[in-house]
């Protein structure tokens, strides 16, 4: 490890918004452990930040999996360093309207979002606490204020800002910092499924919801990664509990 180089993990940093925030991260300079649930599909992003001149670790866990978090910390830990970073971004969708929506539906969305993240916070706190320094960043959404299709989607999101604020509070004394990010319409492949699940042409759809957005055109991963940035910086120790919407707009 780079003397003084701190370290991040970053889930479901194979595409999207994660790809995004860990280039971003290396690009602050930090090294980054990549997570995705299948190890090759980190692949991607690992090599644009070693190609840009970065540090990364391609890491394979499925982060409702206890056993799997908690060794992939331990291995980000030995090869990279003791992470100082945790966003947890890593989600997954499966939509339906309440009267169809499965037991697997509900469980594998809270699964991922809820359990995913309070199991990568409690392995990765005891490093940060140790360091006496830490940033823990949660991925909300929009959609926590309500969506149609997403009752078990929109309660994990909505989770996370409890939990976000639980966190904050408990794990401020030791210099650890946590924050959720709320994204709006962020164009990426999730959101391109949402609109092949409603049968809507994604570039219509694209197109709507730019009308409806204050500043008039949709998001894109690497706004999302800005304001993690931020969030994660050594400028933002003052900065905790907090949910920031970013949408383009006002949210409450």
């Given amino acids: 490890m780079s003397e003084g180089q701190r370290v991040a993990i970053v889930t479901g940093a194979a595409r999207g918004i994660g790809a995004a925030t860990a280039r971003r991260l290396a690009a602050d300079g930090l090294a980054v452990a990549v997570v995705d649930i299948e190890e090759s599909a980190t692949k991607e992003t690992v090599d644009a930040i070693a190609a840009a001149g970065g540090r990364a670790l391609g890491v394979g866990a499925d982060v409702s999996d ?7 910390v331990q291995r980000v830990a030995a ?3 003791a992470p100082a970073v945790l966003v947890n971004n890593a989600g997954v969708l499966r939509d339906n309207l309440l009267f169809k929506m499965t037991d697997a539906d509900w469980d594998t969305v809270m699964g991922v979002h809820l359990r995913g993240a309070f199991l990568f916070s409690q392995a990765a706190q005891k490093h940060m606490v140790e360091q006496k320094w830490g940033r823990i960043v949660n991925l909300s959404s929009t959609s926590a204020l309500g ?3 997403q009752a078990n989607y929109a ?3 909505a989770g ?4 976000t604020k639980t966190l904050a509070i408990e794990l401020g004394p030791y210099g650890v910092t946590v924050n959720a990010v709320a ?5 990426t492949d999730m959101t391109a499924a949402t609109a092949a699940r409603m049968k809507v042409d994604f570039e219509a759809l694209q197109k709507h919801a730019e009308s409806e957005i204050a500043v ?10 800005h304001t993690i940035s931020f969030l994660a910086s050594e400028g933002a120790s003052f900065v905790s509990g907090q949910v920031i919407y970013v949408a383009g707009g006002p949210k409450s």
């Fill in 79 to 81: 090869e990279l360093g």
């Fill in 155 to 157: 309660a994990a999101k």
């Fill in 147 to 149: 969506n149609r299709g």
């Fill in 183 to 187: 994204p709006g319409f962020i164009v």
């Fill in 160 to 163: 996370l800002q409890g939990f």
């Fill in 216 to 225: 008039r055109r949709v998001g894109r991963p690497e706004d999302i990664a």
């Fill in 66 to 72: 206890r056993t799997q978090v908690e060794a992939a």
